[in-house]
């Protein structure tokens, strides 16, 4: 005999004053510690002392919602059961009484929305049904549970004596009050529900609010009124009424989604809404069907949380199935969507033009609730806005986008007193603050911008990047393919105080047809707003379709983390700055990110060298610029220098350059001089290692040992060594005779560069327009489709394929690789036989 299912609720006891309880040692009840998550109450005292101090640790657009002092909080049905089988989630429901609690305790009154009554009742009709059912009743489907009203009525007791029993736990106490939505428009009844909760919190005891569903005579329209006194259809719009009526400071929203997407939230291409503006969202918002379980669903909950929002009751929409979710809202963290008028007036304020035509998103001191200082949109948004931005720009021809490239190098030299004005008050700001070399690598002079407005047109000059043919064969009749190049998508290129290379790396990306966001140091803070105000400025005018989303500044540091968070909306990371920066990029991103962290540049001088030429190069290469990634950090001399007395020649340069000479290993011993910090080591100021070897496999060695695979270089007259040199060392540049300053993109005539790669896949070495390229294959057919049969395969070989003429590419000869198929081995097709691959694998090669 099969047993009966067990579908109990907790046990109902006898009424105390007038409301029924729930025996404490029920097994439900004594299961209820082990299944609540444990909550750190230490975290939320620390988060409220710091709070009280004025530290902290809150989301600027979220720094309003600590201050909350009585707060709002509504669980869906979709909270407060289990999806599968819709019963009560009772661990979910302890760990929601425990942060009330810790709320409670510290000082905030809080008010309970809660649906799940009919889920309750109807298991207790349910498991009624069964016992008055024979075996065979038993057996058939379909059987009703009752009616909604019905089950709401048995299942009202049993919900509070649930609550009642877990604020028990917590040594508080809570009380059950019941409305329905005509009861709002009494005024007598609003005044005795206001007068009975103040006295209900004054005594610390917590309003728990549910709908009498089992009398209530909901409308079937959900209408926004704007005043507090319209009727609701579900607990979301009551929550809403009651946080206006109740004068309340945040109203939260507790359902089973993290908040309002752009589209479906399980969508890859949809993106969190941060902070929600019905002008700006409500085109890009697409609602779903209802609750399952509840009478609700997210467009019931925006309607409720603006009403509330748009009349001075701040609301946030949040995923209540996460264990921390109230604490985490009322802590300040970026959890959901926020619904606040004011938030979204400044959103609004920020995508309006400003009267001298920039945008209001451009400066770094504004705040705007839900942004990330971009002062537009969170961001997740603005990535997504920069890809769209940038296939805009990659549908443009050559001259469209030359156009926007001219148009920057002509404003810049336009805006050139606004410029040097923003960037002298950079200056001022941090005089004193830093150290010499970062403020002269923040300094901009009036020839520094005439040298990146001829960067910039260079770029324009140069050959078209895009859809440029690689290869292309014919590998059947009729049936051509294509190797082009193409945009990677989007970039995030974080730069150190230096904002002279925010209009190079912006020219490279428009270029390149790749959306950017920017993210530069606080020292050149006004002068990278007012440049990039200039650039997307000239984007708009010229191409409005592109529109200025395709260039983001980002000016906070905390959004960095957020950001590399984002490996499904952005493409490659460029990082240029400390070695601390890179290396923590590199270690906290799962985005490629390309670069280098360290910059140890050598220079090897070679028995046979011209120490005139050497001295020369030597200080040039570490005067010039000492915290130049492309800077010498050690030079590597052959000991028979050191023997006969040249190397002295050397140090006496260096010396009277005023660099400061440090040994290593060998070299500190034999010549005097102090010992380096270590054999890998970065000075970024005037001051190099100097290092003793016996022969330039030693000093090969060595490079490939304590290097950084950067910028090395030989200097000797013996043209064949220097070759086995340029040949051997594995670096991204390595040079003969010259100094390792010119490790640099305009130097070697990109135009400008993004930074100095020392990865081995994709760019290495300065990167320019072709650094920010991939590629894409493209085929046109007339109908082909695969052939299975081997044999055909094997036909299709013989008869041969087709290379391509030059003259059928769209582009110059040297250009083009042209490839021609090789026949299969025997072995290679015997391989393949009974396998259920289509195609057999191409073996080619080039040909002139």
Not at 155 to 171: I, K, V
Not at 381 to 407: D, F, G, H, P
Not at 456 to 466: N, V, Y
Request: hydrophobic fraction near 40%; proline fraction near 4%; charged fraction near 20%.
């Amino acid at each position: 005999m099969s047993r009966t299912p067990d579908l109990r609720v907790p046990n109902i006891g006898q009424a105390k004053n007038g409301r029924p309880s729930m025996d404490i040692s029920s097994p439900v009840v004594s299961k209820l510690k082990s299944l609540t998550p444990s909550i750190s109450m230490s975290d939320v005292a620390e988060a409220l002392a710091r709070q009280k101090a004025g530290n902290s640790d809150a989301h600027p657009s979220r720094r309003v919602v600590t201050q909350a002092r009585r707060i709002v909080v509504k669980v869906g049905t979709a909270v407060v059961t289990r999806g599968k089988d819709h019963r009560l989630a009772l661990g979910r429901l302890g760990a929601l009484v425990e942060q009330l609690e810790a709320l409670s305790r510290s000082g905030r009154q809080v008010i309970l929305v809660t649906s799940g009554s009919v889920s309750v009742g109807r298991q207790k009709l349910r498991h009624q049904q069964i016992l008055n059912s024979s075996p065979l009743e038993m057996t058939q489907e379909g059987r009703s549970s009752g009616c909604s009203r019905a089950a709401a009525a048995a299942g009202q007791g049993g919900l509070m004596s649930l609550y009642d029993s877990l604020f028990h736990m917590m040594d508080m106490q809570a009380a059950q009050v019941l409305v329905t939505s005509n009861d709002f428009s009494d005024a007598n009844f609003r005044r005795n529900l206001s007068d009975t909760v103040e006295d209900l919190l004054a005594a610390n005891v917590v309003p728990v609010f549910n709908e009498n569903d089992a009398i209530s005579n909901r409308p079937q329209t959900v209408e926004t009124s704007s005043s507090s006194n319209s009727p609701f259809r579900d607990n979301d719009g009551l929550a809403a009424l009651l946080g206006l009526e109740l004068h309340a400071d945040l109203l939260c929203l507790l359902t089973d989604v993290d908040g309002l997407y752009t589209g479906h939230p399980a969508d890859p291409a949809s993106s969190i809404i941060h902070m929600y503006c019905p002008d700006v969202h409500d085109e890009l918002i697409k609602f779903g069907a209802g609750s399952k379980g509840g009478r609700g669903g997210m467009l019931s909950k925006v309607k409720a949380a603006w009403m509330a929002g748009s009349q001075g009751c701040n609301c946030i929409i949040a995923n209540g199935k996460n264990p921390d979710a109230l604490l985490r809202i009322v802590a300040g963290k970026l959890d959901g969507t926020m619904f606040s008028k004011a938030g979204a007036e400044e959103i609004m304020a920020a995508s309006r033009p400003q009267p001298n035509g920039s945008h209001a998103g451009v400066s770094p001191r504004s705040s705007i609730p839900g942004a990330v200082q971009t002062e537009k949109a969170d961001t997740r948004e603005m990535a997504v806005a920069a890809r769209a931005s940038s296939r805009v720009l990659q549908s443009l021809s050559t001259q469209a986008r030359v156009a926007i490239l001219n148009r920057i190098a002509d404003q810049l030299l336009a805006h050139e007193s606004e410029i040097m004005s923003e960037n002298a008050a950079d200056v001022a700001q941090f005089e004193g603050k830093i150290s010499h070399q970062l403020l002269q690598r923040l300094k901009l002079k009036p020839q520094k911008i005439l040298q990146l407005a001829d960067g910039i047109r260079s770029i324009a000059r140069q050959d078209e990047p895009l859809r440029k043919v690689l290869s292309k064969m014919e590998i059947a009749k009729d049936l051509v393919l294509e190797k082009v190049t193409s945009s990677i998508g989007v970039l995030l290129i974080i730069f150190e105080a230096r904002p002279d290379a925010l209009p190079q790396i912006a020219a490279l990306s428009i270029a390149s047809g790749n959306g950017l966001l920017l993210k530069g140091g606080k020292e050149a803070a006004r002068s990278n707003a007012i440049l990039h105000r200039i650039i997307t400025d000239c984007i708009q005018e010229v191409q409005p379709d592109v529109g200025r989303n395709l260039i983001s500044l980002i000016t906070s540091r905390a959004a960095i983390d957020e950001l590399l968070a984002l490996d499904d909306v952005i493409d490659l990371v460029i990082p240029r700055g400390s070695n601390q920066l890179v290396s923590h990029i590199q270690h906290n991103t799962r985005i490629p990110v390309l670069g280098h962290a360290d910059g140890i540049c050598h220079i090897y001088l070679d028995s046979e060298v011209d120490m005139e030429s050497a001295k020369s190069i030597c200080v040039d290469s570490k005067v010039d610029y000492p915290a130049a990634c492309n800077a010498v950090e050690k030079i590597l001399v052959h000991s028979a220098l050191a023997s006969d007395g040249r190397l002295f020649q050397l140090q006496k340069a260096l010396q009277q350059a005023g660099v400061k000479m440090y040994g290593g290993d060998m070299a500190a011993g034999a010549l005097g001089l102090p010992p380096a910090p270590s054999s890998r080591h970065e000075y970024g100021e005037p001051a190099l290692t100097i290092e003793l070897v016996d022969s330039m496999d030693e000093a090969i060695d060595h490079i490939h040992k304590h290097g950084s695979s950067h910028t090395e270089c030989i200097l000797t007259s013996n043209k064949s060594k220097a070759e086995d040199f340029l040949k051997r060392v594995d670096s991204a540049c390595v040079f003969h005779n010259a100094t390792t300053r010119f490790a640099d993109g305009f130097r070697f005539g990109l135009g400008a560069e993004v930074g100095i790669s020392t990865s081995r896949i994709h760019a290495r070495g300065p990167v320019g327009v072709e650094g920010l390229l991939t590629t894409r294959w493209l085929l046109r057919g007339s109908g082909q489709t695969v052939e299975k049969d081997i044999v055909a395969h094997r036909r299709q070989l013989k008869r041969g394929r087709r290379p391509v003429k030059a003259s059928d590419v769209h582009i110059s000869p040297q250009n083009c690789l042209l490839w021609r198929p090789v026949e299969a081995s025997p072995e290679v097709v015997g391989s393949m036989r009974g396998s259920r691959r289509t195609h057999l694998p191409c073996y080619l090669r080039t040909c002139s």
